[in-house]
């Protein structure tokens, strides 16, 4: 089992900047791709970004490229996403989750309750 934590949404402005964190606990995360996702109500969970085990590859959505970043502490067992020139289509329910690379929410075996990130024009 792995325990995931997330923080550091909050309200921002338009062109403002965010990290989020997702704190793993459990099994070795370093064993897992950690992925983001986002999620409106009504709508799908959307895949944002996700990082390999190691840390040596990163993928992201193409509405966030450029604008997003995904890093890894495996020492501190955490994920980030740092994410700058936010706008408002941006809010959402972020949600960290821990399995195999890939875009596809059924990748993904672990997941954290979520942070939510609000966006303001």
């Known amino acids: 089992q792995v325990q995931l934590v997330e923080s550091g949404g909050r309200l921002v402005q338009a062109g403002g900047s965010l990290r989020l964190s997702c704190a793993a606990s459990g099994r070795t995360a370093s064993n897992y791709a950690m992925g983001w996702f986002r999620q409106n109500p009504g709508k799908e969970r959307e895949f944002v970004s996700t990082i390999t085990g190691s840390g040596h590859s990163t993928y992201y959505a193409d509405s966030v490229r450029g604008r997003f970043t995904i890093s890894r502490d495996n020492a501190k067992n955490t994920v980030y996403l740092q994410m700058n020139s936010l706008k408002p289509e941006d809010t959402a329910v972020y949600y960290c989750?821990?399995?195999?690379?890939?875009?596809?929410?059924?990748?993904?075996?672990?997941w954290g309750q979520g942070t939510q990130v609000t966006v303001s024009s």
């Open positions: 989750a821990a399995g195999s690379v890939g875009l596809s929410s059924r990748e993904y075996d672990y």
